[in-house]
């Protein structure tokens, strides 16, 4: 198929069916494309809709570019045309003379011509502050994500406004080469990795076989919901290649991240690795427990007789009952990349990825840290 200039219209519409979540062969289909055309175009963006342009609300329209001609047509001056529209005389008269003067002037030439004139592209903040743009990639480096980036600059530089950027322009920045701001390796340290935005999609979870003696999220006490209360931990295994597997643990209240090295999945290993990982915390520091259905948790009437830790489990298929979790294990994906054999790693590995995600600024926390929240947690129940 050869290659023809997309319309206004076509990236529109491509826009508007990226966002709905059809894939590129199905939007190539509509649009007589080919995939790959679709697939450049989006790349080019980072997957990113540009906004729609909108003129200014002082400059002239495309109406008043039409009386205008007609003035011009029948021989007004400059003061009577400018009189009825309520604009200055010098505005009119620059009009008519920046579009061919009153012999050639025409109301949808000159209004196309201004269209074409008015973009002025203008460099991102990043590009025209050096100094941002090294922290920024400095922190990107070190994993941080771009919203905590953005929410951590105003606590460290609180005098100095130049040092201020939005997540989103980060993002952008990122996935959108074009710029030339932040070199694309970066795109690496991203939680996802990904080099572009994608559209939201439904993936499903399989369901779980039977565990003895389930205690249901939904008997789960009250106060753990808000959480008010500290001591309340949710847990999940992350999954490497070669069926290998890391225990997640997030205590709700702080974020804090315990990361606990299982050699296998069975539920005999999988408790007694996390009940040596529990009894080296502060007493009474973890009261309960909330695991997703899986059957690495089937033994959890020992694990509780063992800890004192009630065990709670989710819906199945709801993994955002624990959300805390949930977005640990994102997180944890800037370590350990799917298809990672997760039997590489020692606990003291472990413990030192623990350390680096418990000393960084997160968002829920107003930008405190993890460590730092569950040491105040610890003195103040002393």
Known sequence: M??????????????????????????????????AAIARHVHAAGGIAAAPRRRAPGVLQSREREIISRGVARRLSVRAIARQLGRAPSTISREIRRHGGRARYRASQADQRAWRAARRPKACRLAARPRLRRVVAAKLAA??????????????????AMMRVSHETIYRSLFIQARGVLKQALIAH?????????????????????IPDLVSIRQRPPSVEDRAVPGHWEGDLLAGAHHTYIATLVERQSRYVQLVRVP???????????????????????????????????????????TEVQVYFCDPQSPWQRGSNENTNGLLRQYFP?????????????????????????????????AATLAGIVASTG
């Open 264 to 306: 296998r999945k069975d539920t005999a290993t999988v408790v007694r690795a996390l009940t040596r990982s529990v009894r080296r915390l502060p007493a009474g520091l973890m009261q309960t427990l909330t695991w997703d259905r899986g059957t690495e948790m089937a033994d959890h009437r020992r694990f509780t007789l063992a």
């Open 338 to 370: 799917k298809g990672t054999d997760l039997s590489a790693f020692s606990q003291a590995q472990l413990n030192r990825i623990a350390r680096q995600l418990n000393t960084r600024p997160r968002a829920t926390l107003n930008f405190h840290t993890p």
């Open 2 to 35: 050869r290659y023809r200039w997309m319309s206004g219209a076509e990236r529109d519409e491509l826009w508007t069916r990226w966002k709905l979540g059809e894939s590129a062969s199905a939007i190539a289909r509509a649009l007589g494309r080919t995939p």
């Open 190 to 210: 991203l939680r996802r990795g990904r080099s572009g935005r994608r559209p939201a999609a439904a993936v499903g979870r399989p369901t779980h076989s039977r």
């Open 143 to 160: 994993k941080w994500s771009p919203r905590q980036i953005a929410g951590w600059l105003p606590v460290a530089y609180p005098d100095d």
